[in-house]
């Protein structure tokens, strides 16, 4: 699980602010996802990424958005047009070697106020 | 997506009891991998299991996959205070591999 960063770990906004999530790796991997966690619940993916300039919409995409510029760096904005944004945001990148493992970073904590 | 559920939702066992997890698929899953995720933490990749009836060990964890590739179970020997987190299952999917979890199940292990 090392090797990818998320910044910061905690972070408040006000209602009607976006607010970017950073998300950085260093494995060299090509797909890049972000996964919004909910108390008690498991994960839903947000957006995907599986190469440099293209990304998808996963099952909750609405309320958010992101870019991939750069194989390094998946930065996820979310909106004020997100109804619920208060969660736990893990950004994950995807090793399809032989154990096709997703590695996560260590999250954002968002809380909306 | 494929969905997946889990039970239990809860399990509180003593230290040193055994602790089995369930996961249940209504169709069939090219594979079932299995994260951990301790308190506060994020998930851990733990294992992958592709082929129809595989079981796998690691230490004091075994993990199997049914024989019609609809379930998988998560089964803990004599837990440790150091098993305790939220045990998440789902399948790799689709182009991108993205992952579709189960609600997870949390475990506690009184002292």
């Known amino acids: 699980d090392g090797g990818i960063t998320q910044s910061p770990k905690y972070l408040f906004r006000k209602e009607g602010q976006n607010v970017t999530l950073s998300c950085e790796q260093n494995?060299?991997?090509?797909?890049m996802y972000w996964y919004r966690q909910d108390p008690g619940q498991g994960l839903r993916l947000i957006y995907y990424?599986?190469?440099?300039?293209?990304?998808q919409k996963g099952d909750i995409a609405e309320g958010y958005s992101v870019s991939r510029e750069k194989k390094e760096s998946f930065p996820l904005t979310v909106t004020s047009a997100q109804k619920n944004p208060t969660a736990f945001y893990l950004c994950?990148?995807?090793?399809?070697?032989?154990?096709?493992?997703?590695?996560f970073g260590p999250g954002t904590r968002l809380t909306v106020l | 997506g494929q969905q997946v559920m889990q039970i239990p939702q809860y399990q509180h066992v003593q230290e040193g009891e055994d602790f089995t997890t369930y996961c249940n698929s209504s169709?069939?899953?090219?594979?079932i991998q299995w994260y951990k995720q301790r308190p506060g933490g994020h998930p851990v990749f733990l294992i992958q299991?592709?082929?129809?009836?595989e079981v796998k060990k690691q230490k004091r964890l075994t993990f199997q996959f049914g024989e019609a590739k609809k379930n998988s179970s998560l089964h803990i020997t004599a837990t440790q205070t150091t098993d305790v987190g939220t045990y998440f299952c789902?399948?790799?999917?689709?182009?991108?591999?993205?992952?579709?979890f189960g609600s997870g199940t949390q475990l506690t292990v009184l002292p």
């Open positions: 994950a990148s995807h090793d399809r070697g032989r154990t096709d493992t997703q590695y």
């Open positions: 494995l060299n991997h090509d797909a």
């Open positions: 990424s599986q190469i440099v300039n293209d990304f």
């Open positions: 169709t069939t899953l090219s594979n």
């Open positions: 299991l592709v082929k129809s009836g």
């Open positions: 789902g399948p790799s999917s689709g182009s991108a591999r993205q992952l579709t």
